[in-house]
């Protein structure tokens, strides 16, 4: 566990990414990232309402079609549309969205007469984003398994094809991640334009067939349903909740394409594509309820179902990447913000800040994909996992955009206990209907964000120990200098520059420390830099770095703060080649500078910091921490490493 800090933007990179205009090469590729999960909702939605296996099973009537498809239309206009659309995609933190997004402008907002409040709901925050990592895991898996499960329709004989295809296509689909976000839209996003076009023209057909179905865009027919059937209405509501599954994904997203270029999409063809669909199904199901057992395919004249398996089988690889590019956002973040380790992580665009690949959480997500493929083996099966994890991080999401809605923009009190009274009954009802599959399988998403939410915490309070036992051992750094300017420490003074990463000017780093008490030297010219993770994306160069000549103008001992936001990239050589020699007591050689770093290695200590399960996690979390000099862009060959332990 080397000396660590927050990702920055190369020197040289773009401020921005595609947040200040909507291109449509931007809008496509969105397409192709961002609506692949919400947008492939139909495929089971309607087919688990009415599944007959349901351990609460909705009976085929009329009426209760016209209820539930009322339903799915004002769940996606409530949720998708007004909390997410309109209200919580403006809730951005310098172009950056999702639930840790959420969690920045909490901690940067609250005020002191509300510590408690804040740090609560932060906490509450961290769960969510951990419950969207179950999300990441469950959508690639039924996503593909709805889609394959089509050939059943085609060729029934083909149902034992459907797991070993389903796990081929989900190796492939990880194994190009590394092409990046911007690569695979632009590939899958003319695929996404096909898709909507399809779906939304078999909707219309059917529902000319039977335009009766209409009237379930009606609010009474959801009401009615709801209150005059409630026992058959709650249950069906834990099925209903995958209308909107991928609603977070567009939050998550909104830093690789921007605000604006997702509500256009989402408007102009996402969300009238899927309410079409949704309609003919129902209109299917009105005309032949046996066709209740594949609504979405049956949907499809005979000679196109073969090639909408086909379709839909892209479909849900574009749906598996909303997930999977959302949960590389949320994984950066939570590192910048103290909640993770320092990962690897590789910007994959020249242009856009925001997209990237984070390589460990790329293979642990294909890990754990493909156990719930093997394991549940049907999309079906699965359903009753995925609510779960969708419902807990909307309700979260919510809480959290109205706390942030009254901190920074003094919303009036009453709008906004009128707005949260609606929109969280809605999210509690789903949250409710959801709990009573937990032994049918929503007990795993639950168990997934338990995991990665002690995680989480761990890691942010083993930091917590480790920085204040560093502390102790460093020593205070103007003390230290002192004794160097004075003699009190015999040092030889050698030619060239050397640079010491720390993690704040007020202890002396471990290495240098080291380099002056038992070799006896110190170089011609000493950086110490310390590396501050600001609560913004990005930050702009006047904002950049701070210079302190810790006492003394001439002895060319100097302390460098750079500030970054937690969406930027290192490279340490890139930012010290930014400081002009006025500032730095003469010109940095950097061209032969050597940097020094910090290994710390963690033991178990007897000291009641933590629990002693909690202090074998994080250890053993550290060990996925990348490597600092790769992280930090210092050149291998003059980069020392000096190690140390500390007890946690």
């Keep these: 566990m080397a000396d660590s800090g927050s990702p920055a933007r190369r020197p040289d990179a773009p401020h921005h990414g595609v947040h200040d205009s909507v291109r449509p090469a931007v809008v496509i590729a969105a397409l ?384 906004l206990v009128t707005g949260a009274t609606v929109l969280l009954t809605v999210d509690l009802l789903f949250v409710a209907a959801n709990v009573t599959k937990l032994v049918h399988g929503a007990w795993l998403p639950l168990l997934i964000g338990i995991t990665v939410f002690a995680v989480m915490t761990t890691w942010q309070r083993g930091r917590e120990v480790v920085t204040a036992e560093r502390a102790r051992h460093e020593g205070p750094l103007r003390e230290f200098v002192d004794r160097l300017h004075s003699g009190a420490v015999p040092a030889l003074r050698v030619p060239g520059t050397a640079v010491f990463l720390n993690r704040g000017k007020q202890t002396a780093p471990l290495a240098m420390r080291a380099n002056v008490e038992h070799n006896h030297v110190r170089h011609d010219h000493v950086v110490i830099l310390s590396i501050e993770t600001e609560p913004l994306p990005r930050l702009p160069d006047d904002r950049r770095l701070v210079v302190d000549d810790l006492g003394y103008a001439e002895d060319r001992i100097i302390h460098v703060t750079a500030r970054f936001g937690y969406m930027e990239t290192p490279d340490v050589p890139g930012v010290l080649s930014m400081l002009e020699p006025t500032r730095t007591e003469g010109p940095l050689q950097l061209g032969q500078a050597s940097y020094f770093l910090s290994k710390i290695e963690l033991r178990r200590g007897k000291a009641p910091t933590m629990a002693p399960w909690r202090k074998r996690l994080f250890i053993a979390t550290s060990y996925i921490a990348a490597d600092a000099a790769e992280y930090f862009g210092l050149p291998r060959e003059r980069t020392v490493i000096m190690g140390s332990h500390i007890e946690v």
């Design 32 to 415: 192709g990232v961002v609506f692949g999960d919400i947008g492939t909702s139909p495929i089971y939605t309607l087919q688990t309402v009415f599944d007959p296996s349901d351990p609460h099973p909705v009976p085929v009537t009329a009426e209760n079609v016209y209820g539930v498809v009322s339903l799915v239309f004002w769940s996606v206009v409530i949720i998708v549309l007004v909390t997410y659309v309109f209200l919580a995609m403006r809730a951005d933190n310098d172009g950056e969205g999702g639930i840790m997004a959420l969690i920045t402008l909490l901690r940067r907002s609250g005020s002191p007469r509300g510590r408690r409040t804040t740090a609560a709901l932060a906490a509450l925050g961290i769960f969510g984003a951990s419950l969207f990592f179950g999300d990441s895991m469950i959508t690639p898996a039924i996503s593909v398994l709805s889609a394959i499960e089509g050939l059943k329709v085609v060729e029934p004989s083909l149902e034992s094809a459907v797991v070993p295809l389903t796990a081929v296509i989900i190796v492939l689909l990880f194994l190009v991640q590394r092409r990046g976000s911007a690569a695979v839209g632009r590939l899958f996003g003319p695929v996404m334009i096909a898709w909507f076009v399809a779906i939304g023209a078999c909707g219309v057909s059917e529902i000319a067939d039977h335009p009766q179905i209409l009237r379930a865009l009606s609010p009474g027919y959801a009401l009615g349903f709801l209150f005059g059937h409630f026992g058959t209405a709650f249950f069906a509501l834990a099925a209903v909740v995958l209308a909107v599954t991928g609603a977070e994904a567009l939050y998550a997203d909104m830093g690789h394409f921007g605000r604006r270029s997702i509500t256009r999409a989402w408007l102009v063809l996402v969300f009238p594509a899927c309410i079409l669909s949704y309609l003919g199904q129902g209109a299917l199901i009105l005309a032949g309820p046996a066709d209740v057992s594949s609504p979405f395919f049956l949907l499809v004249p005979h000679w196109g179902r073969l090639p909408m398996v086909v379709l839909a089988t892209a479909a849900t690889v574009i749906a598996s990447q909303a997930v999977i590019t959302g949960a590389y956002s949320v994984t950066s973040q939570a590192a910048q913000l103290g909640y993770l380790p320092r990962l690897r992580i590789a910007h994959t665009s020249e242009s856009t800040v925001g997209q990237i690949y984070v390589p460990w959480i790329n293979w642990l997500l294909m890990v754990s994909v493909l156990t719930l493929v093997f394991a549940f083996r049907s999309s079906t099966a699965l359903a009753f996992a995925f609510g779960m994890a969708v419902t807990g991080t909307i309700t979260i999401s919510t809480l959290l955009f109205f706390y942030v809605a009254r901190e920074k923009w003094a919303t009036p009190v009453w709008l």
